[in-house]
């Protein structure tokens, strides 16, 4: 039996060290794995403008909510064992919070955002900074330029060894091939045909990233990709329009603990009886942006050194920064 604080004893990367725990029918195993997110607090998250169907600039957004809603996926993920970092809000800058849309990190690559609309471009910069000054941490920080348009972890959903790709509203088919070239792994577009789910981690979820299984609604996707996804996913749970459009496949999956936000019904039922542990958590004042769990979620997806530089690592990076634990414990290595 794990506690939460063998789990906490773990180092921030180890990434083949799982839990394991039997379903009530005592055969679906679900594992674990120790996670990296990068988020940014909504301190400034406001529906200024409109670049989605979701934001309507003449409604009302109750930020002091915001901020305590955002806590509270962020204390879910430190409770769980995961290790989470923090980005510095700007105030011109109202969609910060969705962090997930700003960087895709694969192996210690990194692929910043090149966002669709003006009212985003500047996160740009701001992720990649962060980056370079950070990357030491998971064996990475060479910090590629974005030629096309990306919106990161949006559209990219990575599984074991490929990537899910999404195109028709924001990234572009362009910047499928500019990921694939930089990780060189297989990336595997589809595409998406409801504005209401403008992008892939609004339509998809992936669940277990080992194992490659998944969560998604077709409705989302054109008729060629849909049956893509069938073919490729047979066992993949199916959502239904009342979860879709509840956020419900924006979900922050660890293996086992499902982060997923709290409108989606039918889903929650279906993860817990395939074994997962759903955790809701309610995001209703950023949904108000048009994102909630996995939009405000970075994953920081490190190289995979073999132990004994990981090793040498750890001894560069604490003689770097003698106060890596101090700088933890206050919230973030930024
Ligand atoms: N207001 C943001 C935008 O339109 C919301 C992004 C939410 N992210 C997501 N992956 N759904 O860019």
Not at 94 to 103: I, L, T, Y
Not at 191 to 207: N, Q, T, Y
Request: aromatic share 8%; hydrophobic share 40%; with cysteine.
């Amino acid at each position: 039996m794990i506690t939460l604080s063998d789990l906490r004893s773990f180092g921030p990367y180890p990434s083949r060290v799982t839990t394991t725990v039997l379903n009530q029918v005592g055969h679906a195993m679900r594992r674990a794995r120790l996670r990296h997110y990068l988020m940014c607090p909504p301190a400034y998250f406001d529906v200024a403008y409109s670049i989605n169907p979701w934001m309507d600039p003449a409604g009302q957004v109750d930020r002091v909510l915001a901020v305590r809603q955002w806590s509270g996926l962020v204390e879910a993920y430190r409770a769980t064992g995961h290790r989470v970092d923090l980005l510095e809000p700007r105030p011109d800058l109202p969609d910060m919070v969705f962090a997930g849309n700003g960087a895709t990190v694969v192996d210690g690559h990194m692929l910043p955002a090149r966002f669709a609309n003006p009212q985003r471009e500047a996160e740009t910069a701001l992720h990649a900074e962060w980056h370079r000054r950070n990357g030491i941490l998971y064996g990475g920080g060479s910090v590629s330029q974005p030629s096309a348009v990306n919106e990161a972890e949006g559209d990219f959903a990575v599984l074991s060894k490929r990537i899910l790709g999404g195109f028709g509203f924001r990234t572009t088919p362009e910047a499928h091939h500019e990921l694939a070239s930089l990780t060189g792994r297989e990336v595997i577009s589809l595409e998406l045909v409801d504005p209401r789910l403008f992008h892939l981690d609004l339509a998809l979820a992936v669940l277990d990233d080992e194992r490659d299984h998944i969560a998604y609604y077709p409705h989302a996707f054109s008729q060629p990709s849909r049956r893509l996804l069938a073919e490729l996913f047979p066992d993949a749970l199916i959502a239904n329009e009342h979860d879709a459009y509840s956020f419900g496949l924006n979900v922050v999956s660890d293996g086992l603990h499902v982060f997923v936000p709290s409108g989606a019904r039918q889903l929650r039922e279906e993860l817990a009886a395939g074994g997962y542990w759903p955790i809701s958590v309610d995001l209703s004042e950023l949904i108000k942006g048009g994102g909630s769990v996995k939009c405000c979620t970075q994953e920081i997806r490190p190289s995979l050194v073999p132990a004994r530089r990981a090793a040498s690592l750890t001894v560069e990076v604490s003689s770097l920064v003698p106060d890596t634990a101090s700088q933890r414990s206050a919230g973030g290595a930024s």
